[in-house]
């Protein structure tokens, strides 16, 4: 790992130094779809587990979610404050499980403005909060540390997404669309590459679609094609006339069950971030499910089990229990 990668939540120029020696190194970061404290742990907990790093991924309905369903969400207000909410709970966390942990938006389309736009100001609002702390405790180093505030919290990696990812999500239905859109061409690519790269310190990543769909379906209704991806490389270094056989650095979304074969060869093609959700749903409710069937008969009543009808059942039915058999279920199968 490069040396500027540390534990906790990386930003800025570490995330660039990550996401560069990813592509080096031909692995992909799995970006993973959270919704409550239980799965963003779940998430931390595998990357523990295989040596990090993880990226812990907002979807705008999976931050309203962990602001809770009844909040109010006027303007998007539950949606803000619950991504917020999720990743100030990973700024607090993710370095007591030693691993470097990314901080992701998922999908955000144009109608979903507002909610990034409040996620933005939330960014704006910590870094006014970071200064007030730094200048307060820390007067003689102030130019240093809001320099280094700045770069921490403004230095934003952003995910272009080109093309559309097929099936349904998050409450979007793409499941008719056009399956031409499904596929994206180099050209367009180059046109958002060449855009991006004259941003001055622009980072980003580009989730060309080729092929992919949100869901797991049965074999043969999803037709990858990462040869898409290499073609796509191969014409933006002719344009750039560069060294680099990899100059973009591409998003896999729609990552679950797709095929080892199909993930391999994208990820040589320079995928360095693997989105993934219904996958891990699915280990999550399978863990829980399981345990419900091994201690069925001490979860039917408060009171009373084989043992006798008079013993307590209150360890079996802590919701703790249930969700952590989800959690571990989600973390072995990340
Ligand atoms: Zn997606």
């Known amino acids: 790992m490069p040396a500027s990668v540390k534990p906790g939540v990386v930003t800025g120029q570490a995330l660039v130094d990550l996401l560069n020696y990813a592509k080096e190194n031909e692995f992909a970061i799995p970006g993973v779809n959270v919704v409550a404290s239980s799965s963003i742990n779940a998430c931390m907990e595998a990357a523990k587990k295989a040596g990090g790093p993880i990226m812990v991924t907002f979807s705008r309905g999976g931050g309203q979610f962990i602001a809770g369903k009844a909040a109010d969400n006027s303007d998007d207000a539950a949606c803000i404050a619950g991504t917020v909410a999720g990743a100030l709970h990973v700024r607090q966390v993710a370095k007591l499980y030693g691993v470097p942990v990314i901080l992701h938006t998922d999908h955000?389309?144009?109608?979903?403005?507002?909610?990034?736009?409040?996620?933005?100001?939330?960014n704006e609002e910590s870094l006014e909060e970071n200064i007030a702390i730094c200048k307060k405790h820390m007067a003689d180093f102030k130019k240093k540390f809001e320099s280094e505030v700045l770069s921490q919290l403004v230095d934003l990696l952003l995910e272009m997404e080109l093309g559309v990812t097929g099936g349904e999500e998050d409450g979007v239905d793409n499941t008719d669309v056009d399956s031409s859109r499904l596929y994206t061409q180099p050209e367009?690519?180059?046109q958002v590459y060449e855009t991006l790269s004259a941003v001055p310190n622009g980072k980003f990543t580009v989730a060309a679609a080729f092929g992919n769909v949100h869901g797991v379906y049965a074999p043969g209704n999803v037709s990858l094609k990462p040869v898409i991806l290499h073609n796509?490389?191969?014409y933006i270094k002719e344009k750039l006339g560069c060294d680099s056989d990899k100059p973009v650095s591409f998003v896999f979304h729609?990552?679950?069950?797709?095929?080892?074969?199909?993930?391999?060869?994208?990820?040589?093609?320079?995928?360095?971030?693997?989105?993934i959700d219904t996958d891990?749903?699915?280990?999550?409710?399978?863990?829980?499910?399981?345990?419900?069937?091994?201690n069925k008969d001490y979860l039917q009543a408060q009171i009373g089990n084989p043992e006798g009808p008079e013993k307590p059942n209150k360890k079996y039915y802590d919701p703790r229990m249930s969700l952590r058999a989800g959690e571990e279920s989600m973390a072995d199968r990340l």
Not at 108 to 122: I, N, T, V, Y
Not at 260 to 273: C, N, P, T
Not at 284 to 293: A, P, R, S, T, V
């Open 232 to 234: 796509t490389q191969k």
């Open 188 to 190: 367009e690519v180059w």
């Open 254 to 275: 729609g990552g679950s069950g797709s095929s080892l074969e199909d993930i391999r060869y994208a990820i040589e093609a320079g995928v360095i971030k693997m989105n």
């Open 108 to 122: 955000c389309q144009k109608a979903w403005l507002p909610w990034f736009d409040g996620l933005m100001e939330a």
């Open 280 to 294: 891990t749903q699915w280990a999550f409710w399978d863990g829980m499910n399981e345990y419900q069937k091994k």
